[in-house]
């Protein structure tokens, strides 16, 4: 039993990578473990399994190693095999912007909804040198009732123009690292 090659390819842009182990014979009640380290940290691991394959998403750019693990059904041999896979920007241009999306959202606060004023804020966790455009829309229409220039302001108010539905986008940069967040409607 020997470990022909470990695959780790890049699935999407935002750091999922898919990591597939090949054996040098198809054998039956095969187990699988994966292991990936960034330096001497291991920072994720699989239970064994009857599949061949994982998928991971890395928390950021830098190199990795892959460990995989394979043992025959009564765990009397087993074998191991470590790759070492490098993410950047050419394989995972979307990872820092992902990331900040799933760390960030926009909160409407209706407080002030019977006054007419719509406010917004940025809930969550945020990371630092990020800027932030807001932008106003209402329901059905392409274009914004109004919008802010990029700035470092978290929070957003504006009195609307009449009754209807209005939901907010937040566009968030950081040098090339951007993403967009919109809220739920508020009706008027």
Same mark, same amino acid.
């Given at each position: ?9 890049? #699935? &999407? ?17 095969? %187990?699988?473990? /994966? +292991? ?5 940290? %291991?920072?994720?691991?699989?239970? +064994? ?53 799933? &760390? ?21 966790? #945020?990371?630092?040198?990020?800027? !932030?455009?807001? !932008?106003? +829309? %209402? ?26 539905? !209005?939901?907010?986008?937040? /566009? ?6 951007? /993403? ?6 508020? &009706?008027?």
């Amino acid at each position: 039993m020997k470990i022909e090659a470990i695959t780790c390819l890049p #699935t &999407k842009t935002d750091g999922t990578l898919l990591i597939k182990t090949e054996m040098d014979h198809a054998e039956e009640g095969l %187990r699988y473990c /994966f +292991y990936v380290y960034k330096g001497s940290e %291991r920072i994720h691991k699989t239970n +064994y399994s009857q599949k061949s394959f994982t998928t991971y998403r890395v928390p950021a750019y830098g190199k990795y190693q892959i460990k995989a693990f394979v043992k025959n059904e009564d765990g009397s041999e087993k074998v191991d095999e470590t790759v070492s896979f490098v993410v950047n920007k050419s394989n995972a241009k979307d990872l820092i912007a992902a990331q900040q999306k799933e &760390k960030t959202g926009i909160e409407i606060k209706d407080a002030l909804k019977g006054e007419g004023i719509i406010v917004a804020e940025i809930s969550g966790e #945020t990371a630092e040198g990020f800027t !932030y455009a807001w !932008y106003l +829309y %209402r329901a059905g229409e392409k274009d914004p009732v109004m919008k802010t220039p990029y700035a470092d302001n978290k929070l957003f108010a504006c009195k609307v123009d009449g009754e209807g539905e !209005y939901f907010v986008k937040l /566009f968030a940069k950081k040098g090339t690292d951007k /993403f967009t967040v919109k809220s739920d409607a508020v &009706k008027f």
